[in-house]
């Protein structure tokens, strides 16, 4: 029983199995005492800055030790009790909520994948009626546009339909392909029927008109929405537009069964050349905005276009936290994990398991997720610049569901187009102290740390059936450039003002502000680990050292943190539902991404340190061609293009090809000299074995394959110019 008298509407349980955890990092840390006295302790006179380099990497391995177990210390996991808030507020008193869906480029993000989306948001188990649907289109495609608006009458068959099959996901693209025709009962078979061929109609028209890549004028005069592209000059020129499609207060809004629809509204904010329009931040500010004078409901969910909902009871299980009598005040926003529909069995370009399963949780446990721009639903109050405060009483802005119209839909779009130009902001909190922040490649992490900065906290939820699924990118070079740019943008947060340890520092637990330093020093990371992948094959083509003998004692605590830390991380990667080559593909990936995305964000960071770079949000593609999903469906890992990021890991892979070969290849040496050798150099050896192991997808790729997917010829005659290159210099 709560303090109030209720019961809790949600419960917080520690993880099982820590007292194993933290014994295995108390172990590691002795271990790594040792190392840290070796290299004080066996100092060479002779090449002594490499000796130094090795111990400083060493030491920043070990300080990112030491936060990655400050980060799973003490992981929560959290569950709700959906039947306790049902019991306790009628359908009618339940809150209204808004959703935000983002799309900024109908290329890259197809609009059927996007109505998809939208309409497994519209299908909430949720009275409709305070439901809320705001689509933000930054490209200003009258496509896009066409396709919601054939959404919006798809919705009217759509929606009872969820609700008489239950049906999960309520995506009807990934409902489709993943749910057999029911075949017990002949009626509801037919019906079935019946809507997948509408909804498969309604995607061919919608493919088609992409195709064509225009709407043609008999279907403009279907909808006066249309009229507003005579105004469009182009995607980075055009006033604002404001279309209702669905007016959830018109009594006339409602589908087949006579139930009422949720309200769907398009903006497309004005944006102009001269003007910076600050990319997702700037779309989802002007969203705030606009549904603050449609429907300004209390709560504001927000997800990518490529996230359709796969759990129709999330927002109900939101509600458990902000509507609980004890905590939920206090409660900014509950963030869902980030999860994926597209991943391959054994996750060819890894994924976030860990982070979202293990690490997000152990956020939790430690004052709050961060939030990560998706899958998020937060209080109004919080996200427009309230500060929290025990003494705070928060009236919730409930909407008004008389189904009673108050102004027309026709009026309100038109006073509501100045809240969504781009001059509204000037001179204003607005990306500063209200809404979504500006001047951050991640504005999602920013957004979270101010807002528990201001004294709020935050939840994270991972129900049993996942709550959103997205799309992870299919290639190498989308992944790269994806964890560049995010890599990029936490290094800068760590850099500016609202730094965790700066901002933070009065609000948020000194254990919160070191869990964020796990991405924040991502960048950072890159050195150590350039200098673990390079140096030590470098230095055993000069006959150095770096490494205690294969039969001194001193070599065991090298071998025991090696070995158990990665068993460890075996142990753990499985644990969570991954695959043994799943984790293979997971330390493949680590290694691609620290040498490469992480290498090239600190790049940009220097250069915008220095005034020669401005930061640019970079989208995904979710399209592919048929040959290479084949290949990504096969975990074929994907090159195909030339890129800086791919001459550097063909680069390093052949440099410790090329160590490796000249090492075990060497005549001089006999047999027993071989074996004094390997006592000598068998750390750095086996390295060189790891590395070339990890790295052979990039011999494939540059020598045995020949499909489209493999590297440039380009690529690889840099790299071996390269490698010998440096090679060469080692040797002689």
Request: hydrophobic share 40%; glycine share 6%; aromatic share 12%.
């Given at each position: 029983m709560g303090k109030n008298g209720y019961l809790p509407l949600f419960e917080t349980r520690p993880a099982r199995g820590l007292v194993f955890f933290r014994s295995y990092a108390a172990s590691i840390f002795i271990g790594i005492c040792f190392i840290c006295f070796h290299r004080v302790s066996y100092f060479p006179v002779t090449e002594r800055w490499v000796w130094v380099g090795m111990f400083v990497a060493e030491l920043?391995?070990?300080?990112?030790?030491?936060?990655?177990?400050?980060?799973?210390?003490?992981?929560?996991?959290?569950?709700?009790?959906k039947d306790r808030l049902s019991s306790r507020f009628e359908e009618e008193e339940l809150l209204g909520v808004d959703i935000f869906v983002c799309t900024a480029d109908p290329r890259l993000e197809p609009p059927t994948m996007v109505v998809s989306t939208v309409l497994s948001v519209m299908a909430y188990d949720y009275p409709p009626h305070k439901l809320s649907v705001y689509l933000s289109d930054d490209g200003c495609s009258d496509l896009t546009f066409y396709a919601l608006l054939e959404a919006s009458g798809f919705a009217q068959l759509w929606l009872?339909?969820?609700?008489?099959?239950?049906?999960?996901?309520?995506?009807?693209?990934?409902?489709?392909?993943?749910?057999?025709?029911?075949?017990?009962?002949?009626?509801?078979?037919?019906?079935?029927?019946?809507?997948?061929?509408?909804?498969?109609?309604?995607?061919?028209?919608?493919?088609?008109?992409?195709?064509?890549?225009?709407?043609?004028?008999?279907?403009?005069?279907?909808?006066?929405?249309?009229?507003?592209?005579?105004?469009?000059?182009?995607?980075?020129?055009?006033?604002?537009?404001?279309?209702?499609?669905?007016?959830?207060?018109?009594?006339?809004?409602?589908?087949?069964?006579?139930?009422?629809?949720?309200?769907?509204?398009?903006?497309?904010?004005?944006?102009?050349?001269?003007?910076?329009?600050?990319?997702?931040?700037?779309?989802?500010?002007?969203?705030?905005?606009?549904?603050?004078?449609?429907?300004?409901?209390?709560?504001?969910?927000?997800?990518?276009?490529?996230?359709?909902?796969?759990?129709?009871?999330?927002?109900?299980?939101?509600?458990?936290?902000?509507?609980?009598?004890?905590?939920?005040?206090?409660?900014?926003?509950?963030?869902?994990?980030?999860?994926?529909?597209?991943?391959?069995?054994?996750?060819?370009?890894?994924?976030?398991?860990?982070?979202?399963?293990?690490?997000?949780?152990?956020?939790?446990?430690?004052?709050?997720?961060?939030?990560i721009g998706t899958g998020c639903v937060h209080r109004r109050e919080s996200l427009c610049g309230m500060k929290y405060s025990k003494e705070l009483i928060v009236e919730s802005m409930a909407m008004k569901y008389d189904r009673k119209i108050i102004e027309k839909a026709s009026s309100i779009e038109e006073n509501c187009k100045a809240l969504a130009s781009c001059t509204y902001e000037e001179n204003t909190p607005w990306g500063k102290e209200m809404g979504v922040k500006y001047g951050c490649?991640?504005?999602?992490?920013?957004?979270?740390?101010?807002?528990?900065?201001?004294?709020?906290?935050?939840?994270?939820?991972?129900?049993?059936r996942e709550a959103f699924l997205g799309m992870v990118p299919t290639t190498l070079l989308?992944?790269?450039?994806?964890?560049?740019?995010?890599?990029?943008?936490?290094?800068?947060?760590?850099?500016?003002?609202?730094?965790?340890?700066?901002?933070?520092?009065?609000?948020?637990?000194?254990?919160?502000q070191l869990s964020y330093c796990i991405y924040l020093f991502w960048v950072p990371n890159c050195f150590a680990t350039l200098y673990y992948v390079f140096v030590p094959s470098f230095c055993l083509l000069k006959g150095i050292s770096l490494f205690p003998k294969i039969s001194s004692s001193w070599g065991i605590p090298y071998l025991y943190v090696i070995v158990v830390h990665r068993v460890q991380s075996l142990v753990e990667f499985v644990w969570l539902g991954g695959t043994v080559r799943g984790w293979l593909n997971e330390q493949r990936m680590w290694m691609f991404k620290r040498t490469t995305s992480y290498f090239f964000a600190a790049i940009d960071n220097i250069l915008?340190?220095?005034?020669?770079?401005?930061?640019?949000?970079?989208?995904?593609?979710?399209?592919?061609?048929?040959?290479?999903?084949?290949?990504?469906?096969?975990?074929?890992?994907?090159?195909?293009?030339?890129?800086?990021?791919?001459?550097?890991?063909?680069?390093?892979?052949?440099?410790?090809?090329?160590?490796l070969v000249v090492v075990g290849t060497n005549k001089a040496i006999n047999?027993?000299?071989?074996?004094?050798?390997?006592?000598?150099?068998?750390?750095?050896?086996?390295?060189?074995?790891v590395l070339v192991f990890v790295n052979l997808p990039i011999y494939q790729g540059m020598f045995f394959r020949k499909d489209s997917g493999k590297i440039p010829a380009s690529v690889t005659l840099r790299s071996i110019a390269f490698a010998l290159l440096a090679s060469t210099l080692a040797m002689y």
């Open positions: 920043w391995f070990s300080f990112y030790f030491f936060i990655t177990v400050i980060v799973k210390w003490n992981p929560v996991f959290r569950c709700t009790f009872p339909f969820c609700r008489k099959l239950k049906v999960e996901p309520t995506s009807p693209e990934a409902y489709f392909q993943t749910t057999p025709e029911p075949v017990d009962d002949a009626f509801m078979a037919n019906e079935w029927l019946i809507i997948k061929k509408t909804y498969e109609d309604m995607r061919i028209r919608i493919e088609s008109m992409t195709r064509l890549g225009k709407v043609p004028a008999d279907i403009r005069k279907e909808h006066k929405g249309f009229d507003e592209w005579d105004f469009v000059v182009s995607r980075h020129d055009h006033p604002s537009i404001l279309q209702i499609l669905i007016d959830g207060r018109d009594p006339n809004a409602i589908d087949i069964e006579g139930k009422a629809l949720p309200t769907l509204v398009y903006l497309a904010r004005e944006k102009r050349p001269q003007i910076h329009h600050n990319f997702k931040a700037g779309a989802l500010n002007a969203l705030i905005r606009i549904s603050s004078r449609i429907s300004n409901a209390p709560f504001i969910l927000n997800v990518d276009c490529d996230m359709h909902s796969n759990n129709s009871k999330a927002i109900r299980d939101a509600l458990c936290f902000f509507l609980d009598e004890d905590n939920g005040h206090e409660i900014a926003y509950v963030q869902y994990p980030q999860t994926f529909g597209n991943l391959t069995k054994n996750e060819i370009y890894g994924s976030l398991r860990v982070v979202m399963k293990l690490e997000l949780a152990g956020f939790d446990g430690n004052g709050g997720p961060c939030y490649v991640v504005e999602d992490i920013l957004t979270g740390i101010c807002i528990q900065s201001r004294g709020w906290r935050s939840v994270y939820l991972t129900p049993q989308d992944t790269l450039v994806q964890h560049k740019r995010w890599a990029e943008g936490d290094f800068q947060i760590f850099l500016s003002k609202h730094c965790p340890f700066v901002y933070g520092c009065q609000n948020m637990p000194l254990k919160l915008k340190l220095c005034g020669f770079s401005k930061s640019a949000f970079i989208i995904t593609g979710k399209v592919a061609d048929d040959d290479l999903n084949r290949r990504y469906e096969q975990e074929s890992m994907e090159f195909g293009t030339s890129s800086p990021m791919f001459t550097v890991l063909a680069t390093l892979a052949l440099f410790n090809l090329f160590g047999d027993d000299a071989r074996i004094k050798v390997f006592d000598i150099f068998g750390f750095q050896i086996l390295l060189c074995c």
